[in-house]
């Protein structure tokens, strides 16, 4: 009687806290790397390409400049997208994505630094070969926590470290700290010479339209690259929550599958419990008898009947419940990221136990209290 129930509950809020915890896990990326509800990045190419070209770059420095004038921005940080080169120190060598950005490249990423220093503005005008790079690349290609002023060899360019990234942590397989950042003007001259960015990171002051901000940035992109009225954008704008939204509207199908599924499951395990209580009632009848006897009235019986079927729903959310924290332990290492049981979850599962057992014992508890003291007692 309890188990079928319980099970109802373990795939239920199984299966849910791992599409909240998806749901969480990237509202907490997102967060982390800057990119909020106050901001947009726009990337080069059109809309309609499914992967990143570099013959696609269309940004540029006067869309970057024109930009930052439009009402509602607060700031901007342009980069080229990072490209993988093999570090290299004395003997030691690693595969690590460079990526060119601009002096706030960090700042605009709530990115603090660990060690040193991020490269300034002077650093990107005058070119310099100065390099910060992610905690990843610190600990595998030097195994020292003396790591600034040392030269390493990024495409036979040598490149000073002046700083090193806060640990962010892994999204997945993805080693986010396996970076390193130089100057945008430096990448330019001497890994990959290109004119124009690659994306165009900006942050929306508070209070303003976003929607508003996009459309005049989007107009004056159009008209910088000579987009005429018909013509498909080489840019493509994404905001916060549409990334949010696409996740959270497959997190809302899944959840309205799993009611679907959870009122099979209650008519199934609801009639389990019937047969039950009513199997129970029959093996009670001389004791309901007895109590009927003694003054109990109809009311009383069916009281009695359904708190225990309530009782047995309850059980059934406690053990199903634990399970589901037991399993959340458990499969932490194999998930990019943790299953999420939130108190939605404990609420639903608990009122899906009690109005199941509920429910399904007012028959039993009707036919308990029609019996006849007199005919089962004589």
């Given at each position: 009687m309890v188990v079928s129930v319980t099970i109802s509950i373990v795939v239920i809020s199984s299966v849910y806290s791992i599409g909240s915890g998806a749901v969480h896990k990237l509202e907490t990326i997102m967060k982390n790397f800057g990119f909020g509800?106050?901001?947009?990045?726009i990337i080069s190419g059109p809309p309609i390409s499914k992967h990143f070209n570099v013959k696609q770059l269309s940004l540029t420095d006067q869309d970057l400049d024109d930009i930052k004038m439009v009402n509602g921005v607060s700031e901007t940080?342009?980069?080229?997208?990072?490209?993988?080169?093999?570090?290299?120190y004395k003997g030691n060598t690693i595969l690590t994505g460079v990526q060119g950005g601009q002096s706030n490249w960090a700042k605009v990423r709530h990115w603090g630094v660990s060690q040193g220093r991020f490269f300034d503005r002077n650093d990107v005008i005058k070119r310099l070969k100065v390099c910060v790079i992610g905690a990843t690349v610190a600990k595998q290609l030097f195994n020292t926590k003396s790591v600034l002023g040392r030269f390493i060899n990024i495409n036979n360019h040598y490149f000073k470290i002046i700083g090193v990234l806060s640990r962010k942590g892994a999204v997945g397989k993805f080693d986010v700290d396996n970076i390193a950042i130089i100057p945008y003007t430096t990448f330019r001259a001497l890994l990959y010479h290109t004119r124009y960015f690659a994306y165009i990171k900006v942050n929306i002051e508070q209070g303003s339209n976003m929607n508003s901000v996009i459309k005049t940035i989007t107009y004056i992109l159009r008209k910088n690259h000579n987009l005429h009225k018909g013509r498909i954008s080489d840019f493509k704008i994404i905001k916060p929550s549409q990334i949010i939204e696409m996740v959270t509207k497959a997190n809302y199908a899944l959840t309205m599958f799993l009611i679907i599924i959870a009122g099979i499951s209650m008519i199934v395990s609801g009639i389990v419990i019937m047969n039950m209580m009513l199997s129970y009632i029959e093996k009670?009848?001389?004791?309901?008898?007895?109590?009927?006897?003694?003054?109990?009235?109809?009311?009383d019986i069916i009281k009695e009947i359904t708190l225990t079927g309530s009782i047995i729903g309850l059980i059934s959310a406690i053990v199903g419940l634990v399970i589901t924290f037991s399993i959340s332990l458990s499969i932490g290492g194999l998930l990019p990221f943790d299953m999420y049981v939130c108190p939605r979850v404990v609420l639903f599962s608990t009122f899906f136990s009690l109005l199941t057992g509920f429910l399904f014992s007012l028959v039993p508890a009707y036919r308990a209290s029609?019996?006849?003291?007199s005919r089962i007692l004589l």
């Open positions: 509800a106050d901001a947009i990045i940080s342009a980069g080229i997208f990072f490209k993988e080169y093999s570090l290299k009670k009848k001389y004791e309901i008898a007895v109590k009927r006897s003694f003054g109990a009235t109809r009311k029609k019996m006849q003291p």
